[in-house]
C-alpha cells in the first residue's frame, strides 16, 4: 500500500512553491514606427504565456494604446526619447509595463468617455484609455524617481490574467 501525498492537492501557495516566472525587457524609440515591434514584443510575450488569439488581440491593442498616450500626452509628439516595455509572465497571466520619463500623466484620471451622447456632441479623445481598461483586467498607474537627475517617470502597468480552467 502506498501512503497518498498530502501536497497533491495543495495550490502552488499553499504547497510553498513559487509560480514560474520570466521577465523580458526591451525599451523602443518615442515613435508611431515603433508602434508594430512594442504590440509584437508583447504579443510574443503573451502567445508563450499561453493565451489564445483573441486575448493575445487585446494585449496588442492595449500596448499600443498605452504606448500611443505616452507618445502624444507624455512627450506631446514623437521623439528621440525611450519607453521601456517589460512583459512578467507567470502561472497566473502577463503583467505589462510601460515606462516612460516624459510629462507627468495619469490616464487613470481620464473620464469615462460619454458612450450615450451624439457623436457631434462627444469630446474628441479619452477612448484609449477606456479600451485599455475594456481590454485589460487590471490597469494601474504610478509614478517612479527618474534614475538621473530629478523628477519623476510614469509607470503604466497593465494585467491580462489567464481564463480559469475550472
Known sequence: MTEKNPNINLTREQANVAPKKSTQSATFPAQFK??????EFAARQAEACGFEPDEIFAVKMAVDEGFTNIIEHAYGGECREEVECSCQTNDEGLTITLIDCGQPFNPLEVPEPDLESDLDDRM????????????MDEVSFNFIPKSEGEGECNVLTMIKRKKSTD
Do not use: K
Not at 474628441?124 to 481590454?135: D, K
Open 124 to 135: 474628441i479623445g479619452g477612448l484609449g484609455v477606456f479600451f485599455i481598461r475594456q481590454l
Open 34 to 39: 515603433s508602434l508594430d515591434e512594442v504590440r
